[in-house]
């Protein structure tokens, strides 16, 4: 089961009891399913009704007025793809989590198309379904990929976070990850603790990119996150001015490198180094200043987080400050 440190509750709205919990309407065809996720939510959530078709879906929705719905895509009559269309043309407020047993990329991307906000695989409802229904009630997307999470940017820019159980699993992520974005004619950077950095650059010579030789492709620079925060860190703190410089700095290798026109895509582990060395104020600080300096760039930012980072933690405050900090968070996968 996910540690109750990586959950986010967000505070209640001043219409609603302090003690209010999150109202879900659960949509799956098998009943068996429904009662084991009901029984899986249920402590932390309302869970206000459960249905077994899409029709069905609708009209619950309609009048329970829940504030996530947890949906099945395969399902006879409309599928969940076609009534979460419906919910948002009948101007449902709800949010989507898809609970599916369908895993591959094309699903995923549908999922968010048609209005989803979350994707969960069935066989990791344990330890990610409740956090996704956390997350997109606070109004983030929960996707479930660093691959998946490029595809769902579409070439915007933003501030996402992943969090990781296991290295080489996130050594993975993070090589088909600056695969797209190189193959997109992104500018990109990794910056990541060594293991990391050797993991991601040797998959990517393996798939034929030129990193750090004569003929480097010249839009992939790889930084060891020490390196990185001993030029911005004063004090235990991150100095605003250092980083705005670097800020500008990394722009201009982006319109060198790649374009006026490009996307600056980065994958960062130096909150989580901060974390991990027993500063979180530092990390939130970080995350928020960079937030402020980039906010207007085309810079596309996600920040890997070790799961160890909230392992510690009681009360979710600290991983409650963090996702604040950006608009998706993401689970990769806890195996190998």
Same mark, same amino acid.
């Given at each position: 089961?996910?540690?109750?440190?990586?959950?986010?509750?967000?505070?209640?709205?001043?219409?609603?009891?302090?003690?209010?919990?999150?109202?879900?309407?659960?949509?799956?065809?098998?009943?068996?399913?429904?009662?084991?996720?009901? #029984?899986?939510?249920?402590?932390?959530?309302?869970?206000?009704?459960?249905?077994?078709?899409? #029709?069905?879906a609708l009209e619950a929705s309609s009048r329970l007025e829940p504030d996530v719905v947890v949906m099945d895509i395969a399902m006879p009559g409309l599928d969940g793809f076609q009534t979460v269309r419906r919910l948002r043309k009948n101007e449902s407020q709800a949010k989507v989590v898809f609970l599916t047993m369908h895993e591959v990329e094309e699903y995923v991307l549908e999922a968010f198309a048609c209005g989803g906000q979350g994707f969960v695989a069935k066989t990791r409802a344990q330890s990610d379904l409740a956090s996704a229904v956390d997350q997109v009630?606070? +109004?983030r997307l929960f996707v479930p990929s660093?691959?998946?999470?490029?595809?769902?940017?579409?070439?915007?820019? +933003?501030?996402?976070?992943?969090?990781?159980?296991?290295?080489?699993?996130?050594?993975?992520?993070?090589?088909?990850?600056?695969?797209?974005?190189?193959r997109r004619g992104d500018a990109t950077c990794l910056i990541a603790t060594e293991a990391v950095l050797e993991g991601v650059n040797e998959r990517l010579r393996a798939r034929d990119w030129s990193i750090g030789g004569p003929s480097d492709c010249g839009r992939y620079v790889a930084i060891n996150a020490a390196d990185a925060l001993a030029r911005f860190m004063r004090d235990g703190r991150p100095d605003t001015n250092t980083l705005a410089e670097i800020t500008t700095e990394l722009d201009r290798y982006r319109v060198a490198s790649a374009g006026v026109a490009s996307r600056f895509t980065l994958l960062g582990e130096m909150a989580s180094v901060l974390n991990q060395g027993g500063n979180p104020t530092a990390a939130v600080e970080l995350e928020h200043t960079w937030n402020h300096l980039t906010g207007q760039l085309p810079f596309f930012t996600v920040c890997g987080y070790s799961a160890a980072c909230f392992d510690d933690e009681s009360d979710g405050g600290e991983f409650s400050g963090t996702c604040e900090e950006h608009w998706a968070v993401g689970h990769a996968p806890q195996g190998a």
């Open positions: 089961m996910l540690s109750r440190a990586l959950r986010h509750r967000p505070r209640p709205t001043k219409s609603a009891p302090a003690d209010a919990k999150p109202r879900v309407l659960i949509v799956d065809d098998h009943r068996a399913v429904l009662e084991s996720v009901s #029984e899986l939510l249920t402590t932390d959530f309302d869970v206000v009704g459960a249905a077994t078709d899409g #029709e069905s009630f606070a +109004g660093l691959k998946s999470l490029f595809h769902v940017t579409d070439g915007a820019s +933003g501030h996402a976070m992943q969090i990781y159980w296991n290295s080489d699993a996130f050594i993975e992520g993070a090589a088909d990850f600056f695969d797209l974005a190189l």
